[in-house]
């Protein structure tokens, strides 16, 4: 050069942050190319060749988390519930304030929860259900769940707290009140089991399995006192 090194230094510098820009900018590209074809395979339920569709995207552009949500969605397919997890985790990492993220990984964490508690596998069952909440504490099939499992573990309270705070959520309408009234057998309080029951037959409960099957539960309860 027949000018400063410095000037020399600078220039290069330019230059390779203008070649780095051009090669992210095209990486990007061809990403965004490969998950649209990623897709494609996914609603063709080519569930294979969507995951390696979408494991490339995730090669070419490791902070896109709509990649990391894909790839889960594959995975859940195919039946991988935690790999499933740990791809919608990465998501939220990079896109924290993503509301549609927080609620599907709280809702796989939930079923990650339910599935040990159906193993008799409890406090794992607890862990799973701490973290769905921790992700969208609104979930209230997360608190349903887990009074239940609490319930199991013959910790009434905490069981019941969960079930005052999904109760008025019209899904879980008339499954807390049959929870509650469950509960309020085992613990022989009739006049509440009476209340509980009351409450889920309102409506459409009177025609709910499960509420016939605690009206059972409880008249066989009145027969046994009385």
Known sequence: CDWSSDVCSSDLKAVSSSIHSIMNKL??????KVYNEAQAQFCNENFKSALVGFTKCIFLDPQEPKYYQGRAEVYLKVGDIRSAIVNYQ?????DDNH???????SDLLD???YLYFQ????NSSLIEY???LEYYNENHKVYLHRAVTLFSLNRIQ??????????????????VHVLKGHIYIFTQDLFLAKVELSKAMENRG????QVRMFEQQFNGFCFVLF
């Open 111 to 113: 079923a990650l929860g």
């Open 158 to 175: 905490l069981a019941l707290d969960d079930l005052r705070v999904c109760e008025n959520h019209p899904e879980s309408f008339p499954y």
């Open 90 to 94: 990465k998501a939220v990492y990079l």
């Open 27 to 32: 990486q990007t590209e061809k990403a965004l």
């Open 119 to 122: 193993n008799n596998q409890f």
């Open 99 to 105: 509301l549609k993220y927080r609620i599907r990984l």
């Open 130 to 132: 701490e973290k769905a």
């Open 206 to 209: 009177d025609k709910n399995a």
